[in-house]
């Protein structure tokens, strides 16, 4: 069973909530049971329901595009859209709520109107699919989204991944209408979460390395193509493929809303990759100059640091399910902050030195097992790892002896290279 539905209230399929009470589960559908209500408008023969897809737009939360339902009545003067995508930023603890993963999603009601002029000032393109249904299955849905708006009903635990603005929909229609969907609608390479992320951020290269800083590996799981329909814009496709159980397609006809003017942004080549690779230069040519050297090392490491304790918070901490298990941890270690102020480089000892040996050799770890990792890794990362395992090789050793062994060790190499030659 994907879902539960208690008095058409959707019941997500996960619970993902770290700590979680029976009796409190118990209480809620009790309250849920007494608060849905029952709808007492009937639509007319005219009505009808579309899903609306817009594409993406300029900001990082509307990155991934947006669904949402319309209900449109001609003769009762019904033409509204069911948002399941909005939330509200003067909720107390906003953003501490949104990072621990606890950010309620609301189901907000507007007219027609209200959702046109906010798409068209953004610029972005607006789908419409209308679904090809009888009058007692829009009255179905119609009746749903009335016990939904309730004020007791209409908040949901938002999730990325599983439960959000299109999952809510493509929950609802499976629910009501039982549609037969397409095995897959994009035959070739499996594609995992992450994968499908990439497509649209390929244009925001800032927000795409901090995207995959965070995620763990939950997102590089393979996806079905039930929860390809997370993305809007897969939801829309699956919906054109799908057909109900009497063999009518589940789409009776496709026009465009409102036109695209927004251009997506375009990478630009002055990349994090590039940045990190001249940052790692630098630090490399300040090894000459000691003092400077050390004051980088001490920047460099104390940002690993705290880049690792968000990492750690996410996973840890948060409720997200898909910054779990994330291998950013392994270089990202948050005891860089302390360890990079206790160590000394030119005579390393007790558990300074054992720390940046276990640093090197983690790093190393991972640069040879980069392409089999479970984990995608961004190629910003790699000069970043590089830097790891110089620096902690002769923090491990002590400057001289670690200068001393990687000209011993570049030395062989060359001498093999010749002998090879």
């Known amino acids: ?10 019941l997500p399929k996960q619970i993902r909530m770290k700590k979680f009470f029976l009796p409190t589960f118990f209480l809620f559908l009790l309250l849920v049971h007494s608060a849905a209500g029952n709808p007492n408008t009937t639509l007319s023969p005219l009505a009808r329901v579309s899903v609306l897809t817009a594409s993406p737009g300029p ?18 003067g019904i033409d509204e859209v069911y948002n399941y995508g909005t939330f509200d930023f003067d909720t107390p603890n ?6 621990k993963g606890q950010l309620n999603y609301k189901l907000s009601v507007s007219s027609i109107g209200q959702f046109v002029f906010e ?14 249904l009888k009058p007692a299955e829009v009255q179905q849905i119609y009746d749903f989204l009335q016990v939904n708006r309730l004020p007791e009903n209409a908040y949901y635990l938002y999730d990325f991944f599983f439960d959000n603005c299109a999952t809510r929909i493509r929950d609802l229609v499976d629910l009501k209408l039982r549609p037969v969907w397409h095995e897959d609608p994009h035959p070739g390479p499996e594609r995992s979460f992450r994968n499908m992320l990439n497509h649209y951020i390929v244009g925001t290269p800032w927000a795409r390395i901090g995207i995959h ?18 993305l809007p814009d897969d939801m829309k496709i699956a919906f054109d493929l799908a057909t109900l159980p009497d063999g009518r397609p589940l789409v009776r ?14 990478p ?13 230069a630098l630090g490399v040519a300040l090894q000459w100059k000691k003092p400077l050297g050390r004051i980088f090392d001490k920047v460099f490491f104390s940002v690993l640091g705290i880049a690792g304790l968000v990492i750690s918070f996410l996973w840890f901490v948060s409720d997200h399910t898909a910054t779990d298990l994330n291998l950013n941890l392994l270089w990202a270690l948050p005891t860089h902050l302390y360890f990079i102020f206790k160590s000394s480089p030119n005579q390393p000892k007790g558990i300074s030195k054992f720390y940046f040996l276990i640093a090197f050799f983690l790093s190393v770890a991972l640069l040879l097992g980069w392409p089999f990792l479970p984990q995608e890794f961004h190629p910003a990362f790699l000069p970043l790892l590089l830097y790891i395992a110089f620096r902690s090789f002769v923090f491990g050793f002590g400057s001289a002896a670690g200068s001393r062994l990687l000209l011993k060790f ?3 190499q060359l001498t093999g290279k010749l002998h090879a030659d």
């Not at 590996?217 to 393979?222: A, E, F, K, Q, T």
């Not at 006809?253 to 375009?266: K, N, Y």
């Not at 630009?268 to 790692?280: A, C, I, K, M, N």
Request: charged fraction near 15%; avoid cysteine; glycine fraction near 6%.
């Open 1 to 10: 069973m994907r879902y539960l539905l208690i008095n058409d209230v959707i």
């Open 59 to 76: 900001a990082l939360y509307s990155a991934f595009g947006h669904n949402a339902l319309r209900v449109v009545d001609p003769i009762m």
């Open 94 to 99: 906003f953003y501490l709520r949104f990072l």
């Open 119 to 132: 798409y068209q000032s953004d610029g972005r393109q607006v789908i419409e699919q209308v679904l090809n």
């Open 213 to 230: 800083l965070v995620l763990g590996m939950p997102s590089d799981r393979v996806a079905t193509p039930w929860e390809y329909m997370f």
């Open 253 to 266: 006809h496709t026009s465009e809303l409102i036109p695209l003017e927004f251009s997506p942004p375009s």
């Open 268 to 280: 630009g080549w002055f990349s994090p990759t590039l940045l990190l690779w001249l940052l790692v």
């Open 410 to 412: 570049a030395g062989r």
